[in-house]
């Protein structure tokens, strides 16, 4: 069994998070603009639909895990697996991963951790979580300077708990792109069309958030109350 030792302590493989809350929001953007955002990843944007992306805005509650309790944001795109072709439609993005192209956090070891094992873009910001009012808010702040709030309205209950569901999420670090085997097991699904509101800030990300046409509306948006993930050991494609 795989293990990797992050500041003294010793991290066996797969790494489990037990207890997480994640609001989400998925926003058709302009393919050559994604493209260009994440052209050093060597990866290509999956299209929903001809000239168009996804772009993917997350903020997670770990409450329970082997890397600890932490809040992260993320912003990722929907990507064809390296060396897939594809046309536009649902077909290219039912066999899509998750390219992650920002990943903020507010604690050291998971920073520490999600840079060395998987090549993560994780870097330390102020991240503010409002999860008990109905609307769900997510404050970034990096360098002093506002990136984003986010706002996230739960939509109608999605019946069932969900299965655990393979994905595959993409790194880029030190010129190496990787794949990370993930799987998630959803509780407490809450979807809607549309459903969030982003103001940005005066922050270098907001910018290229601005720049892929954000903010408008959502494609869709979604809560998860408890969400169990895993994480395998980082793959060079």
């Known amino acids: 069994m795989a293990s990797h030792v992050i500041q003294g302590r010793t991290v066996t493989m797969p790494v489990e998070v037990r207890d997480a809350t994640v609001c989400s929001a998925m926003y058709p953007v302009r393919a050559d603009a994604a493209r260009a955002v994440i052209a050093y ?14 772009c993917v805005l997350t903020f997670v509650d770990y409450r329970d895990g082997d890397l600890d309790q932490y809040h992260e944001f993320g912003m990722a795109f929907m990507v064809r697996p390296p060396g897939v072709a594809g046309a536009a439609g649902l077909a290219d993005l039912r066999q899509a991963g998750v390219f992650i192209h920002w990943l903020p956090v507010d604690q050291g070891f998971t920073l520490e951790a999600g840079r060395s094992i998987w090549g993560f873009p994780k870097e330390l910001a102020d991240i503010e979580l409002r999860l008990s009012s109905p609307y769900k808010r997510c404050i970034v702040r990096k360098d002093g300077r506002l990136v984003l709030d986010m706002l996230v309205k739960p939509g109608v209950p999605v019946p069932g708990p ?11 670090r030190d010129g190496l792109t990787r794949r990370v085997p993930w799987s998630v097991r959803a509780r407490g699904v809450r979807v809607r069309p549309g459903g969030a509101l982003i103001r940005l800030g005066n922050h270098p990300i907001a910018k290229e958030l601005s ?26 494609p």
């Open 41 to 54: 990843s060597g990866l290509d944007v999956a299209e929903v639909f001809p000239g168009k992306a996804v």
């Open 162 to 172: 969900g299965p655990m569901t393979p994905l595959d999420a993409y790194t880029h």
């Open 211 to 236: 720049e892929l046409g954000l903010p408008k509306r959502a494609l869709t948006s979604s809560t998860v109350a408890r969400a169990e993930m895993t994480f395998g050991d980082a793959i060079n």
